[in-house]
């Protein structure tokens, strides 16, 4: 996939051939992008000192704002959708979370994996999230127990399925019959996969 040319130049900066970046995305310092993973407008990443990792098929959407915390980097793991206006500052998100608009992840939290975070939920310093949760609130608490993986797995696979219209100049991929039909297979393969 395209991953625009003017982050190959920046020191500490590793970008995969798979990924997707828009072009209004910002990154900065140590920041790894993984495989399939996508990068959406607006979005900034900064690592000056410690590190910034996206896993493998992640999406960090429209205005996300990623930043290491103080004494801890941040690492979100596979298959996760970081949705629009988050904010990610030195915390670990585990494998297929969904983190919902609006949010705010706090330094040394822990999310884990198939979770959902719900929408402008806070979860301060140090909170940690027992896979299989959904949290809302200000402060975030689980409010119920669930295996979201199904569901947060298919959620970023219609990302990179968008990255990859994306990247070749496609802007109404989801509207199209071949996605509605992709969608399908890849919702029962993902039923069948995670139960």
Avoid at 23 to 36: K, L, M, N, R
Avoid at 39 to 45: A, D, L, M, R
Avoid at 147 to 175: E, L
Avoid at 178 to 191: D, N, P, Q, S, T
Wanted: glycine share 12%.
């Amino acid at each position: 996939m395209e991953t625009g040319s003017a982050w190959q130049g920046l020191a500490g900066v590793e970008i995969d051939a798979e990924a997707f970046i828009h072009p209004t995305a910002q990154i900065y310092g140590h920041v790894q992008v993984s495989a399939g993973a996508s990068i959406w407008p607006n979005v900034v990443i900064r690592a000056e000192s410690y590190s910034v990792r996206i896993g493998r098929g992640t999406n960090i959407q429209d205005f996300v704002m990623i930043h290491f915390g103080a004494g801890s980097p941040t690492i979100v793991g596979e298959d996760c959708s970081i949705t629009h206006h988050c904010t990610l500052h030195g915390c670990r998100i585990g494998d297929r979370v969904l983190v919902g608009i609006g949010s705010t992840i706090m330094d040394g939290c822990e999310i884990g994996d198939n979770s959902i975070i719900a929408g402008h939920a806070f979860l301060k310093e140090g909170t940690i999230i027992p896979p299989n949760s959904i949290v809302m609130g200000a402060p975030g608490k689980v409010v119920r127990e669930r295996d979201n993986s199904a569901a947060n797995a298919f959620n970023a696979w219609m990302y990179h399925q968008n990255a990859i219209a994306y990247s070749n100049g496609d802007y109404r991929f989801w509207d199209s019959e071949v996605f509605k039909a992709a969608a399908a297979i890849e919702r029962a393969r993902l039923a069948a996969l995670y139960g």
